[in-house]
């Protein structure tokens, strides 16, 4: 175990042990661990294994700020990938393994790619696909061993909405200078909104002691005034993850994704430690300074018995003082600069008087492994004197290393908002040298990096802030930087002959990658991001992207500060696909009978935002016989199914008929009072969008329907149409207000005619007519249409008298052996019909006369809508027809919907529709295919694991070609 005993301010519950597994291996933590903090403090180094090379690796930067530290992690059934180990509270139960490994972190089978590496240069990707032979091999191969974590498809929808907040100020940043902002603004009146993306509030300011009680006991005062101000309001782990107009933040919380408009914008953030560039940087226990503060005093975690600090500033002499606190075995302090800084001599006299031995012009050479794959030496030499013999190579035995030579601004919101920035040398970052208005920075992105020059900092940025969406006139002073000595060292990069010095941990991109990728051509900033990808990982270049850019002016020879930085875009923090998508807006709709459908035992489908009866299930029936029993119960004896989700609109005026010719290819004008016509819609190009039924009320009222999807679009468009047009329509959507119910099948008639007088004789009702009369005691408009090619009634009604009506026709229906049927059964009986469905068996491109339905089409009318297209288009070859094929009687294996039509290699269409008939007793189904295919007497279809089935073409419709059956006469 690597915890220490209790530490004051430590963010962990002894008293409420955790038990989780990594890898199969039982551990234990305390509630306020991260999974990393409780992995270390169970001795484990090795997290998992690098993206390219699966090399092993471990904690890097504790901060979510690199690849390192993404797990999986299993819990009450569902697997979720890629958890940010650095920042996620460990929970009891849970099951954690490496990602990106096969066989295990410690038994990787992948490992041995790592060798390979002189073979998988940079820009091997790109370099891959270019033999159109070798492309799809290659990508296959890619595609099996890239990738992260593993997407659970069983696991449950996980729901994560949208909210919405406001404030005067928003401070984006926890640590010192971002509470000194928030208390500043407040004190000015300004209400303030706090997003920080720890835990707890504090930063450095907690963590980065060096032994110094009075660092803690400010930080402690500032978060106390903080919880003391009314007016701030902080929200603890939520990370800001884009900057929009007009002060328009991202912010992301565990539950949620909640969109901020402020009036001002204080960036707080502070700046990534940026890791050391040397052979073998990336073994486990090789860690940053700022990390193993964070695990010492946040959970009390050390996890290394004997260690040495790689520096360039005071930070690292600060986490020297730290370790040594607390009973580390410091072997050395190594710095690479040739002696320490004003800011660092005095920790540095302090380590001296301990015994502590120092290094200064330290050259590192290599880490070395030891068995396992975890650190185990470091050698390094001092810098050579002009004439003196080449200094020797010193070699320290150690498991840890912590590096603390640099640091790089968490800049990127600013460069959202359209910052302007420039690189001062003095401090080798850079620094804003000019803000949008509105938009404030502070702390060590305004290169500020003692703990008192941070506070006041903050404080002159919070007061802005407060001030200047007021008078918009307030610009905060200069900062106050570090004038006498860097935080940063200008080139802490050291080449190896044997390469393997790694620049980015996230894409395993070594330092002859990227010259190489200069030598190809790719020599700019944005170029060179793009080619090698650094920078393209889940830490999105925060520990790779400042070191890449010195490199990059080496081989220039050109300053650092000519180059410019590539661009930051939103989200540059990992978000989950779950936050981005939120929550569905579109409420599930339910007809009025869907309490009697669930009685019934229907199993729901979504049907566009309807919920409908896919199929009733039957004791002892699987889903294909119960759906084959609904189907023989219409053709045999009698049916019943809810179609209340159709749209259902009135026209009514003067022009009406005028209004339905226009928007649909039949004549109505002529159409009889108490008759129905199918009615086809057209799009400007001719394409198919829409169809329905049209009833005659009176001379001048129409009732029609629309299909369940289209049902609110439609009308909105029919709004539109009738205002353009001028004409004097009114519009009545009944879509919500009425129910429907299609009673269908040879027995039809008597089961209706027990609740109604109406005359349902052949001579008064007969096939496509409408009636309006009395069912069940509730008004009805009962329309005789044959969708599913047997004698039927289709039925609407006000929806309070639905479940009445139901009940009734169920009841009376008993005797005659009656059985409700669901989208399923419905959707084979039309298609044994021939019939098509709107957007199932045509596409976005399907006109209407590639449907071989020339009857639905008056051309000689003044004008619908696509008529003009239709006209251009008759006289060319037809695109694609729509055709039926059979397959044999017991074929053993049967095409699905979207599966390809082949004409020899070639792609000739793909099927629509298709199905096991019960009536048939075979595979039928619709295709929509070239014409030359179609004027064939077969159809070749590719199938399942690419196997090609034959099909005969048939002639439409399969059943009752006379159409007889929904004529039949009582």
Sequence with gaps: MSRLPPIAGERIDRTRPVDFSFEGRRCVGFAGDTISSALAANGISVFGRSFKYHRPRGLLSAANQDVNALVQVRAGGRSVPNVRADVVAVQSGWEIEAVNTRGGVGADRLAFINYLSPLLPVGFYYKAFHSKWLAPRWERMFRHLSGLGRVDLSASRRITPKRYDFCDVLVIGGGPSGLAAAVAAAEQGASVLLADDTAALGGSGLYARSGD????????????????????????????????????????????????????????????????????????????????????????????????????????????????????????????????????????????????????????????????????????????????????????????????????????????????????????????????????????????????????????????????????????????????????????????????????????????????????????????????????????????????????????????????????????????????????????????????????????????????????????????????????????????????????????????????????????????????????????????????????????????????????????????????????????????????????????????????????SESAFPYLALREAQVAGAPCRIMRVGFVGELGYEIHLPAEHATTLWDALLETGAREGIRPFGVEAQRMLRLEKGHLIVGQDTDGLTNALEIDAPWALKMDKPFFIGQRSLRILDPQPRRQRLVGFTLPAGAPRAPRECHLVLDGADIAGRVTSVGYSPTLRRCIGLALVKPKVAAGSALRIRIDGGALVDAAIAKLPFYDAAGARQREVA
């Design 213 to 760: 009680a009075e660092r803690v006991h400010l930080s402690q005062a500032l978060i106390e005034r903080v919880r003391a101000q009314s007016r701030i309001r902080v929200l603890n782990q939520t990370y800001a993850a884009g900057y929009y107009a007009d002060h328009w933040v991202a912010l992301v919380a565990a539950e949620c994704l909640i969109k901020v408009r402020a009036r001002s914008v204080v960036v707080a953030q502070g700046a990534w430690e940026q890791p050391a560039v040397f052979r073998h940087n990336d073994l486990p226990g090789i860690m940053l300074a700022s990390a193993a503060q964070r695990l010492l005093y946040g959970q009390a975690v050390l996890t290394t018995r004997r260690l040495a600090v790689l520096t360039a500033n005071s930070q690292g002499y600060a986490a020297a003082l730290d370790a040594l606190a607390h009973g580390a075995n410091l072997a050395a302090v190594l710095d690479l600069r040739d002696g320490p800084g004003p800011r660092s001599r005095p920790a540095a006299d302090e380590l001296a008087r301990r015994g502590v031995p120092l290094h200064y012009g330290v050259v590192p050479v290599e880490a070395i492994a030891r068995s396992g794959g975890c650190l185990g030496a470091f050698e390094f030499r001092t810098t050579l004197t002009a004439g003196a013999p080449a200094p020797p190579t010193q070699r320290l035995e150690i498991d840890g290393l912590w590096m603390s030579v640099g640091f790089a601004p968490a800049n990127a919101l600013l460069h959202q908002a359209g910052a302007r920035m420039q690189y001062q040398q003095n401090l080798e970052q850079f620094v804003p040298a000019e803000l949008p208005a509105g938009i404030f920075a502070c702390g060590k992105i305004n290169g500020v990096y003692g703990l008192r020059e941070r506070i006041a900092d903050g404080t002159d940025a919070g007061t802005c802030a407060a001030v200047s969406f007021r008078s918009g006139s307030a610009r905060p002073r200069a900062p106050a930087g570090l004038q006498d000595e860097s935080p940063t060292h200008p080139y802490p990069i050291f080449p190896h002959p044997a390469g393997k010095e790694f620049v980015d941990f996230d894409e395993d991109l070594q330092i002859k990658d990227l010259i190489n990728a200069c030598q190809e051509g790719f020599d700019s900033s944005e170029l060179l991001k793009r080619f090698s990808t650094i920078g393209m990982g889940p830490s999105q270049g925060k520990h790779s992207h400042m070191n890449a850019l010195r490199i990059l002016a080496r081989v220039r020879r050109e300053p650092l500060e000519q180059l410019g930085t590539t661009t930051a875009r939103p989200m540059f923090y990992p978000v989950p696909l779950s936050h981005l998508a939120g929550r569905g807006f579109t409420p599930e709709r339910r007809t009025p009978l869907d309490a009697e459908h669930a009685a019934l035992g229907a199993v729901f489908m979504p049907a566009g935002n309807w919920r409908r009866p896919e199929y009733y299930a039957a004791a002892g029936k699987s889903r294909v016989e119960a759906i084959a029993a609904e189907v023989e119960a219409v053709r045999t004896r009698v049916g019943i199914i809810d179609v209340g989700t159709l749209g259902k609109i009135e026209v009514h005026g003067p022009d009406a008929a005028e209004f339905l010719d226009r928007i649909y290819t039949a004549r109505y004008a002529n159409l009889k009072v108490g008759m129905t016509r199918y009615a086809l819609m057209l799009d400007e190009a001719g394409v198919i969008i829409d169809d329905g039924v049209i009833g005659r009320l009176a001379p001048e009222s129409f009732y029609f329907t629309t299909t369940t999807g289209n049902s609110a679009t439609l009308f909105r468009e029919f709004g539109r149409l009738a205002a353009w047009w001028g004409l004097s329509v009114g519009l009545v959507n009944l879509t919500g207000h009425y129910a429907a119910i299609n009673l269908a099948g040879p027995a039809s008639r008597e089961v209706l005619r027990a609740h109604t007088r109406l005359d349902l």
